[in-house]
């Protein structure tokens, strides 16, 4: 599922409000579509445990459980859902995603590199801007948490609209700013957090 596009994921979620009948409330207008939205798109390639999606129920006797056990019915066993519950939350608040990156095998060489590089006070890298240019940006101060333990690195980087920091990125940099042979590896979110550090729901 982690190959799934988010495009496709979309679409997938509307086939299943639709199977489950679900009392979902409908965009107005010519074209029509059942409201949903993912609180922050998931990196092709990328698997997730904490994925967030927001629904509008019009039916007010139609419950969180009722919703929970519907959605689970007509899923596939690959995407499950686990909680339902009313927003706390704006989207627009979230700020950090938490990630961990499991590499295949670590040399005590490799391992020393990568923990050198997060003790960096600046990291200078290209990141691509929305009109498809370049520009060098100092990405250390978006990168709040860098823990390796054995063959995982936990990261907790700067999430949301305006700075959101992708592993990829940060992975890249890493491997060409220290010389860092290619080395196999998955990436898996784990939590999204507002900007006090709370689960964001």
Not at 37 to 66: K, M, S, W
Not at 150 to 156: A, E, Q, S, V, Y
Request: aromatic share 12%; with cysteine.
């Amino acid at each position: 599922m982690k190959f799934v596009s988010h495009l496709d994921m979309n679409r997938f979620m509307t086939r299943l409000v639709n199977k489950g009948k679900i009392p979902v409330w409908f965009t107005e207008g010519f074209n029509q579509h059942a409201y949903f939205n993912f609180a922050v798109p998931l990196t092709l390639g990328f698997e997730g445990d904490y994925e967030i999606l927001d629904l509008r129920i019009i039916d007010p006797d139609y419950t969180n459980e009722q919703l929970l056990a519907d959605l689970n019915r007509v899923s596939i066993p690959d995407i499950e859902f686990w909680k339902v519950e009313a927003p706390v939350f704006k989207m627009k608040e979230i700020a950090f995603a938490e990630f961990q990156v499991t590499f295949e095998a670590l040399t005590e060489e490799s391992t020393a590199k990568i923990k050198a590089f997060f003790e960096r006070e600046s990291i200078i890298t290209q990141k691509t801007t929305k009109k498809g240019g370049k520009k060098d940006i100092d990405i250390a101060p978006l990168i709040k948490k860098a823990e390796l333990c054995g063959n995982t690195l936990t990261l907790i980087l700067t999430a949301g609209n305006e700075n959101n920091l992708n592993p990829t990125l940060v992975l890249k940099t890493m491997f060409e700013t220290e010389g860092l042979e290619p080395i196999y590896y998955t990436v898996k979110r784990t939590m999204i957090y507002n900007k006090e550090m709370q689960s964001f729901l």
